[in-house]
């Protein structure tokens, strides 16, 4: 079989990363040496900074990076496309222009006999009650409403400066690093979710920009993928094993 490749937090588009334009170049190289090789590209949240749809109208840019998705999917690979918590507001506009298939919701699938949960991860066990509140008013079907009304030019600035702003706040632009299987929200998480679904082989997350490859049992391995701003990374499972790696341009392996 092909080659199945999972990767995650690329933030196109955000103004607190001044290399944001050699960055998509980077991104869309990865994919333009992996189309021959994949059956299937899944995105796990995230990719854009930001991200709105009007009904007539979307976030200029990113045309190298969507015309190489449509590029894609017309030659056949499936790309599954996974809302984050930054670019929650994806209508139809992706599924229609670029092929991809959408998903809103963790997703659990079997590729090649091993079962694969698949999800962003924002929202799965997360403690921060801040957190809670703000996903509940983003994922608001009368906000997103209140929030169409806004014209595009100030709708679209408002939120690349408040996607800036949340990055800015964090020490050097960066996550926190590992905090340890008590402290991650995302393995607490995956481990209770183990106990009543057993079956899972392969738990895959991105939000937290950290590289993790984690074994939860046996049989079970939980994934973090890292980002494309930090880490180039990007997981990709042969059909037997699943490997977690860094993009080095010109020198994809797998």
Request: proline share 3%; net charge neutral; glycine share 8%.
């Given at each position: 079989?092909?080659?199945?490749?999972?990767?995650?937090?690329?933030?196109?588009?955000?103004?607190?990363?001044?290399?944001?334009?050699?960055?998509?170049?980077?991104?869309?190289?990865?994919?333009?040496?992996?189309?021959?090789?994949?059956?299937?590209v899944?995105?796990?949240?995230?990719?854009?900074?930001f991200?709105y749809e009007?009904k007539?109208?979307?976030?200029?840019?990113?045309?190298?990076?969507?015309?190489?998705?449509s590029?894609?999917?017309?030659?056949?690979?499936?790309?599954?496309f996974?809302?984050?918590?930054?670019?929650?507001?994806?209508d139809?506009?992706?599924?229609?222009?670029c092929?991809?298939?959408?998903h809103?919701s963790?997703?659990?699938?079997?590729?090649?006999?091993?079962v694969?949960?698949l999800?962003h991860?924002?929202?799965?066990?997360?403690?921060?009650k801040?957190?809670?509140?703000?996903?509940?008013?983003?994922?608001?079907?009368?906000l997103?409403?209140?929030?169409?009304?806004?014209?595009?030019?100030?709708?679209?600035?408002?939120?690349?400066?408040?996607?800036?702003?949340?990055?800015?706040?964090r020490?050097?632009?960066k996550?926190?690093?590992?905090?340890g299987?008590?402290?991650e929200?995302?393995?607490?998480?995956?481990?209770d979710?183990?106990?009543e679904h057993?079956?899972?082989?392969f738990?895959i997350?991105?939000?937290?920009?950290?590289?993790?490859?984690?074994?939860?049992?046996?049989?079970?391995?939980?994934?973090?993928?890292?980002?494309?701003?930090?880490?180039?990374?990007y997981?990709?499972?042969?059909?037997?094993?699943?490997?977690?790696?860094?993009?080095?341009?010109?020198?994809?392996q797998?």
């Open positions: 079989m092909k080659n199945i490749y999972f990767l995650s937090d690329a933030h196109l588009g955000s103004r607190a990363i001044k290399h944001k334009r050699t960055q998509e170049r980077k991104l869309v190289r990865f994919l333009d040496e992996i189309k021959d090789k994949a059956s299937a899944y995105l796990l949240g995230d990719i854009f900074d991200w009007y007539e109208v979307v976030p200029k840019g990113y045309t190298r990076f969507l015309g190489k998705l590029e894609l999917t017309d030659n056949g690979v499936e790309v599954h996974f809302i984050g918590n930054h670019d929650i507001w994806c139809d506009y992706l599924e229609k222009e092929g991809v298939i959408m809103r963790p997703f659990t699938t079997e590729i090649n006999g091993k694969f949960y999800a991860g924002d929202g799965l066990g997360d403690p921060s801040t957190f809670k509140i703000l996903r509940k008013m983003f994922h608001s079907r009368f997103k409403w209140c929030y169409s009304n806004l014209h595009p030019r100030w709708g679209i600035d408002f939120g690349l400066s408040w996607a800036k702003h949340s990055r800015e706040k020490v050097n632009g996550d926190p690093d590992y905090l299987e008590n402290k929200f995302l393995i607490r998480y995956s481990k979710y183990l106990k057993p079956d899972i082989n738990f997350y991105g939000h937290r920009h950290i590289m993790l490859d984690l074994m939860l049992s046996r049989d079970t391995r939980a994934i973090i993928l890292g980002d494309w701003i930090n880490y180039f990374s997981a990709v499972f042969d059909g037997e094993h699943l490997f977690l790696e860094q993009y080095l341009e010109g020198d994809t797998l």
